[in-house]
């Protein structure tokens, strides 16, 4: 069972505390992410002129857009992942059919060769015969 973390974090220069089963670290760095789009924004001249309703509202965009991003490239990846997946299964497939005719051409060419031997010992065997024919016919 998942323990309940509390964390004591400063976000935009006031104390709060964190709760959530994630680790104090993870925590932070999510507190972390918040003051660095509030040091983001406050560069901004325009940003520091608007009330503070305004800002909060426009950081939470950002957040927003930046996950929505971030889900996207998930995604995306995710699709590259599968695309790849079935490039390889594919190649194994093209590696397996290529492994089955290397087979069968190596069982072809060791018949050739035993049947070339036959023929070669059949050769041998008339050019003995006949050798043998002409001697008979001489004498």
Known sequence: MNTMNNVEVIINNKRYTLSGY???EYLQRVASYING?????????????????????????NIADDYFK?????????????????????IKHEMIAAETKLSAALKELEALKTEYNDAQKKIVKLETELEDYNKHQQE
Do not use: C, P
Request: proline share 0%; no cysteine.
């Open 22 to 24: 994630e680790s104090g």
């Open 37 to 61: 789009k509030h040091q983001e924004f406050r560069q901004k001249d325009s940003y520091n002129r608007l009330d503070v309703e305004l800002k909060n509202i426009l950081l939470e965009i």
């Open 70 to 90: 971030a889900k996207k490239e998930i995604k995306d990846l995710e699709e590259d992942s599968d695309m790849k997946s079935n490039e390889i299964f594919n």
